[in-house]
Nanobody, 117 residues
Framework: QVQLVESGGGLVQPGESLRLSCAAS????????MGWYRQAPGKQRELVAS????????YADSVKGRFTISRDNAENTVVYLQMNNLQPEDTAIYYC??????????WGQGTQVAVSS
């Protein structure tokens, strides 16, 4: 099993930045990729960004050029999401995700990001 603990959410004004962190523990050597998803009220959960064990990244079109996913080391023990130029449409609960080589997915508890003037 994998445990994920997120931190870093909050309330900011449009144009400001936040950095989310996700610390993984447990069977981390079975993780093939980690990512961030978000779910806004009344909407489906969507992929924001992901990073594989090899370092390949993927972003939703809506965040390209504004968000950056990174990790502390190749073991993916801590993954970050740097969010710049935040906009009201980025308001959502952000969830950390870990995908194992066998396909199993684990989720964090979620952290709220609110962007409002």
């Amino acid at each position: 099993q994998v445990q994920l603990v997120e931190s870093g959410g909050g309330l900011v004004q449009p144009g400001e930045s936040l950095r989310l962190s996700c610390a993984a523990s447990g069977n981390i050597f079975s993780i093939s990729a980690m990512g961030w998803y978000r779910q806004a009220p009344g909407k489906q959960r969507e992929l924001v960004a992901s990073i594989t064990r090899s370092g390949r990244t993927n972003y939703a079109d809506s965040v390209k050029g504004r968000f950056t996913i990174s990790r502390d080391n190749a073991e993916n023990t801590v993954v970050y999401l740097q969010m710049n130029n935040l906009q009201p449409e980025d308001t959502a609960i952000y969830y950390c995700n870990a995908r194992l080589h066998v396909g199993t997915m684990y989720w964090g508890q979620g952290t709220q990001v609110a962007v409002s003037s």
